[in-house]
């Protein structure tokens, strides 16, 4: 009798917590039911897959090259098992070995290739993840919010069967060639993620202004003096960071034209802001902090090591930290901002301006959320926030109109790059660096790669500047067209 009762009360709290766990999960994450996407549940499995890629190249990688530590014994206990991990691990690798004296010699580049190769396994499998995900998503969107366990579990069994998978041709080989290019796509699309994040947040504050000086005329002064001086602090900072490159990558010719044609396409872009009403400073500084990162990012790729100090580094804590701050910024638009559907659209990519509710941008004096010249008690019920949504007023805030679900292919793309991007920012996009002992100059041991690279990089920091330009230019050129 005591059994059987200890045995139901054990059922009712297993099923107490599953169904408690369920709840969180759909908390957090939104339902499945129908009318929603399922996208926060992509980003997820995104968020998994970067750190994976943390732990397989700084945990996992360095103890299959060690002699003595648990993950080499576990492999250690089949037979052949740790050999087959081993040579897996190193293949494409051995070139950056050398022999003296009969002994074999491991250089700093051979464990670079090997912890990068520890990256590019999870992320090709959640590349290759989300490039099925678009195309199954664009035949049939509903497939984006169903059977996430079964997706969660074959990724992760992938991922897991990867580990004895040998680098070539897959990872190392076809992988990061494809990395770089998606990569590149990615910076350009980057943009557009934080023009519509800079847009929001500018049009948040001068509403906020706005509503103040409804109420109480000039107390709305304090919210126009803190977006002037985000935009000083920030522009300082990109300023600076100018400064800095001139004064560590400066003494080869590429460096300085990249570091140069930089600062002369922040004042460029501006200047082009100012003159004009469209756009906002806020966003212009933003996006100018953005391109000096790009800049650093392409002269941080310089394979000769005179001119390049980051090359006497085995890593580049500062590259891959701003790294993964741009793509937590990324997924986070991408699983929680409303407007991300609108944006990717055809007409929504091509706006100025952010998109509010009425989709008009916030204007001194016009403010959207106290119009006189509407009525006071008037309610739209089509109306939707803007930016990244913290909180809604329905009972599932996942739900989207039947528009944006036929649009998550897209999203499903963007996290298909993000892929790619996450792949090139923990390894310095596949360049690896080797010391030469006269000197001690640091040099890359791969410099076509570092050239191609700096090529890539300076390519779409100047896509990003001329789009941004374009959005700026494009009003003033067409004023019969709605670029609002």
Known sequence: ?????????????????????????????????????????????????????????????????????????????????????????????DSYRHEEGGSVYSSGAYHQCVGNAGVYRPTFFSFLFFVIASIATYLRPSLNRQVWPAKYCIFLLLVIASVFMSNLPLFSGLFLHLSRVGATIFIVIQQIIIMDLAYNWNDSWVGRADAADRLEWGSGAKWLRATICVCILVYVLAFTGIGLLYHFFNGCGENTAIITMTLIGIIAVTILQLSGTEGSLLTSSVLSLYTVYLGYSAVSKNPHGVCNPMLAKESDPWGIAIGLVLTSLSLAWTGWSWTADERLTEDGAKKTRSLSRTNNAFRRGHDPLLDLDDPFLEHDGDARPSGIALESYEEDDDIFSSQSRSEIWKLNVILALVSCWVAMSLTGWGQLVIAEEEGEVHNAANPMIGKFNMTMISMSQWIVLILYAWTLVAPRLFPDRDFS
Do not use: H
């Open 1 to 93: 009798m005591g059994a059987a009762i200890s045995s139901t009360v054990s059922l009712g709290i297993s099923y107490c917590a599953c169904a408690s766990a369920s709840s969180i999960c759909n908390a957090c994450l939104g339902s499945t039911s129908p009318g929603t996407s399922g996208r926060r549940r992509s980003v997820l499995l995104l968020a998994i897959t970067v750190l994976l890629s943390l732990s397989f190249q700084y945990s996992l990688a360095p103890a299959i090259m060690g002699n003595e530590s648990s993950w080499r014994n576990m492999f250690r206990s089949a037979p052949g098992l740790g050999k087959r991990v081993f040579r897996g691990w190193t293949d494409g690798c």
